[in-house]
């Protein structure tokens, strides 16, 4: 399977936001603790949810369940203006009850279809090892040396943005 640029340079940057959101400066795990505080800060998040969708998607961290692989493959070739409409993923992705809530204040907004088809797909690709960041590295190294094609170039000018807006909010820049 070829997954799209879109979700290629997406898939590293949520596994690095659930890293990050993992452990404490003391290394303890405080993911659990942490993604509560999320969740009831969606309402300011939901204004990153197209410049930075790995930071909004990790509130629906462990809320998907998936019944059709083939469905959640196919999704992850396509680019971010390819995506089916939300409704026509629900025979492949089955949302957790405490979703519910998340999920109401996210399809008020205009993207907010469109953001739950990112969230989905980078959750999906999070748990499946044939998906995983460290499983492709060779591949990202070649890649080094091809020019950016446009939306390579256009996900990394969002993740700056997204990084800029985040270190103007008083937040530390990661690295």
Do not use: C
């Not at 959101?21 to 009831?40: A, C, H, I, P, Y």
Request: hydrophobic residues 40%; aromatic residues 10%; without cysteine.
């Amino acid at each position: 399977m070829n997954i799209s640029p879109y979700f290629r340079h997406l898939r590293s940057a949520y596994a690095a936001e659930l890293d990050d959101l993992t452990f404490d400066s003391e290394g303890m795990n405080v993911l659990d603790k942490r993604l509560t505080q999320r969740r009831k800060e969606i309402d300011f998040l939901i204004s990153m949810m197209e410049i930075s969708p790995e930071m909004v998607a990790a509130v629906f961290h462990n809320g998907f369940r998936f019944t059709s692989n083939t469905a959640m493959d196919h999704l992850l070739t396509l680019e971010s203006d390819e995506f089916p409409e939300w409704d026509s993923l629900t025979h492949a992705i089955k949302m957790a009850p405490w979703t519910d809530a998340l999920v109401a204040t996210i399809q008020k907004q205009p993207m907010g279809d469109w953001f739950l088809t990112v969230a989905a797909a980078l959750e999906y690709m999070f748990y499946k090892p044939e998906h995983a960041p460290a499983s492709d590295a060779g591949d990202e190294d070649e890649q080094d040396d091809e020019p950016l094609d446009e939306e390579e170039r256009d996900a990394k000018a969002r993740e700056e943005a997204g990084a800029d807006w985040m270190v103007e909010q008083g937040f530390d820049r990661k690295e």
